[in-house]
C-alpha cells in the first residue's frame, strides 16, 4: 500500500482485498492496511496485510537459513545434478515433503569423498527451515575441536530441535572424549523421536560395530540408509578452480 491510503471501504476483507489489488509488493510497505467503514464516519481502522505477512515470515527463515548454514546454503535441490546418486535424491526430496522428521524417520547418506552427501544434506536443512521447521546443522568435526564444556553444551543443546542435520560423522567422531557424548545425543534423539539427517563416510557395517548393537538398533528401527557413489565431484570443480593455470 502506497504510504498514507486509506481505503474507503464496506468491511475489513473488502479493504484487504482492495489493497491487494494495488499492490505496491511488500518490501515497499510497512504491511499495515488502513481503512474507513461507512458506518463509523470517518474513523480509521489499521489491519495487519495478510501478503505482507508471509513476505515477512519468508524473510524471517531465510535468514535463519543464512545463520543455520551459512556457506551451505548454496548448495540446493536445484543445483543438484540429479543424473547423480538419484535414488539419494528423491529420498531426500521424499524426506522433506513427507515432514519425515515429525515422525522422528532418519535418514543416513553414506558414501565416498566427494560425492554429494554434505549438499544433500544441506538442501534437507534449507527446506525444513523454510517449511518453519525448528532445525539446525552441525559438524562433529568441529565440535571436536571445541573446549570440553562448550562442546558437551553444544551436543545436548542439539536434541532441542525437530530435526538434527549431522554431517561428517566418521571413525575420529567416535574415537575421543566426545564419543560417550555422541552416544548419548543418539539415544536422546531416539527417545524423543526427533528427526535425523546425516552423513558419513563410513560403510553402514562399519559404521553399525562402531556404534555397537544398541544404537545400531535404533538406527534399523528408525532409518533409511542410502549410499552415494560414483567419483568425486571435487575433482571436477577442481578442474574449474584451476583453469586459470593453463
Ligand atoms: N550431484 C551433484 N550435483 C551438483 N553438485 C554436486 C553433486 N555432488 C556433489 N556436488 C558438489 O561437489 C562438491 C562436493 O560435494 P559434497 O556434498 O561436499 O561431498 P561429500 O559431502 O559427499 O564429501 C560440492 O561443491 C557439491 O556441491
Ligand atoms: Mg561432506
Redesign the pocket.
Known amino acids: 500500500m502506497k504510504t498514507g491510503r486509506i481505503f474507503r471501504a464496506s468491511s475489513t476483507s473488502d479493504a484487504l482485498n482492495q489493497c491487494a489489488k494495488e499492490c505496491v509488493k511488500p518490501e515497499n510497505c510497512n504491511g499495515l492496511v488502513r481503512y474507513t467503514v461507512p458506518e463509523y464516519g470517518e474513523m480509521v481502522f489499521a489491519s495487519q496485510c495478510p501478503i505482507f505477512e508471509r513476505y515477512k515470515q519468508t524473510v524471517q527463515r531465510q535468514a535463519r537459513v543464512e545463520k543455520v548454514l551459512g556457506v551451505l546454503a548454496k ?1 540446493t535441490f536445484r ?4 543424473t ?2 538419484i535414488k539419494a ?1 528423491e529420498m531426500s526430496r521424499k524426506y522433506v515433503e513427507r515432514r519425515a522428521w515429525e515422525k522422528g524417520g532418519w535418514l543416513i547418506l553414506y ?10 544434506l544441506s538442501a534437507i536443512i534449507q527446506e525444513a527451515l523454510m517449511l518453519g521447521t525448528y532445525a539446525t546443522f552441525a559438524n562433529l568435526a568441529k565440535i571436536s575441536t571445541m573446549g570440553f564444556d562448550e562442546a558437551k553444551g553444544e551436543l545436548s543443546r542439539l536434541t532441542e530441535y525437530e530435526l538434527l542435520g549431522l ?2 560423522f566418521g571413525i575420529e567422531s567416535s574415537q575421543n572424549w566426545l564419543t560417550p557424548h555422541i552416544f548419548k545425543l543418539f539415544d536422546d534423539l531416539n527417545e524423543q523421536k526427533r528427526g535425523l539427517v546425516m ?1 558419513t ?1 563410513m560403510s553402514l557395517s562399519g559404521l553399525q560395530e562402531l556404534l555397537g548393537e544398541r544404537i545400531s538398533d535404533r538406527i534399523t528401527e528408525r532409518a533409511i540408509a542410502i549410499e ?1 557413489t560414483g567419483e ?3 575433482k571436477s ?1 577442481r578442474k574449474d578452480n584451476v583453469s586459470w593455470a593453463e
Open positions: 548448495h543445483n543438484y545434478d540429479k547423480k546418486n535424491y558414501g565416498g569423498y566427494g560425492t554429494g552427501k554434505t549438499h544433500l554431517d561428517d552423513t563416510n552415494l568425486s565431484m571435487r570443480l
